[in-house]
């Protein structure tokens, strides 16, 4: 796995710590605010998911093609063009967008959400700030992706995580030392949100500007780009709405005390996925180089690795999250009210998390294969199918419900790449790929899970508490790894290579 160099490294830094930070914070941010309002902060982390969908699709195709412009002497000159064609249109599109969620705030807002305890005038002011930041937030994935085009996906993911600890940090001393107010909040996310997108924009345009080629609007330039990118927002608009649907009519259907509860569940499970993501994009450039070579035998190999890592990561910490949820909550937050009402919702949402996670590295090879459609069809029907399902199990189990359906989306998404996505590849059948890398990881996580909840079931101290904990991740880790013999195998390999090279030095 040498090709997982320093910038696949700082990207895995970058999305870690603000994974960290999330769960630093969210107790301050709950303890400051109440469990209402923080369900305000995930509706807000719910449209810029979907607002993000700009970044896979426009920001993808502005780092492949600066990246190809750049690697050319005698095309980097079209760089600046190129940049200030996508930027118009990049920006054109996210006011377009903010000026509608913050006409819809103002006139519909009030009504959207149950509440009891925050007053209207609140709410509307709050959705206003709300879409003011995301306006502002959003650019900044333009830039960030225009310079990892350029190869600096170290100095990128610095900036990320200084700003993301300016942002989160600096949200948590406001409300603190001026006032513990929502609005307080997001007035803070809208000045970092400022500070963020104007440096990565002044970075970005220092590094490209060249002086032969002044920067202007290109229609010409656009055009040859809008297959690659339309296919991709398309995909990702698709996949959004499916993993962000679930929040948005739960928003409008249960009460926002409830809403926060599901929100605070989703804070923790998606830390596993922070991980997942960078993983994936360690591996992908290589699946692309094995299939475009047609080495069918080394990225049967490749995948077993990237879903036995995948599994490696990942189960271990997810069985010890769904054994002791609603510990784990309490010991964070310290409200037995909260840990009550999300600790079920919680160790439902992190089973669908894993199978999610687990799903990557069969998807990546369907992109490796340049099978758009068969990704764009999956998702149709993920859409079709288990839209009006999360519908009719929100109005009869409320969160809950709505948490079975993200692990039914894990579930049939994990399958259907599987079978989809590694067709055709030797030494990858669909049951025998299962058992080695899913089901067995899985089996050995939970038992040292189920025996930590043996071992722990009479321990109260918060610290204590997180101290035997993660000695059991470390002993899920170590056993779950022991388990999947070919990754074992590799590493075993690598640290007897680096023995035999200090030996001989």
Known sequence: MSFIGKNISANIFSNVWSAVLMLFLTPLYVKFLGVESYGLIGFYLSWLA?????????????????????????????????????????????????MGILLGAWLFGVNWFQTKSLPPELIRNTLSLMAISLIIHVPSGLYNAGLMGLQKQVECSGFLALFGTIRGIGAAVVLWKINPDIRVFFLWQIFASILQTGVMRWLLWRKVRIDKAPARFSLEILKSVKGFAGGMILITALSILMTQADKLILSRMVSLKIFGFYMLAWTVSSGLSRVAIPLMQ???????ELVSKGNDRELAKQVHLASQLMSVLIIPPAALIMVFSKQILYAW????????????????????????????????????????????????FFLTALFPLLIVMIIHFGAIGAAFIWVLYGLVQYVVYQVYGLEGITKTRFFSFLLRDLIVPCVVSFAVAGLSGYLLSGVKEGIVFFILLGFGLFVGWSVSLLSCGDLLKVITEKISLKKKAVVTC
């Open 50 to 98: 979907m607002i993000g969908i700009l970044d896979t699709g426009i920001s993808a195709t502005a780092t492949r093609e600066i990246a190809w412009f750049s690697a050319r002497p005698g095309e980097r000159e079209k760089i600046p063009v190129f940049l200030r064609s996508i930027e118009v249109v990049y920006w054109s599109i996210v006011l377009f967008l903010g």
């Open 333 to 380: 937050l310290g409200n037995p009210e909260i840990a009550a009402g999300a600790w079920q919702i919680l160790g439902v949402m992190v089973a669908g998390t894993v199978l999610t996670s687990c799903s990557y590295p069969a998807l990546s090879i369907l992109y490796s294969r340049k099978k758009l459609g068969s990704v764009i069809v999956m998702n149709l």
């Open 282 to 288: 360690a591996f992908s450039p290589r699946f692309t």
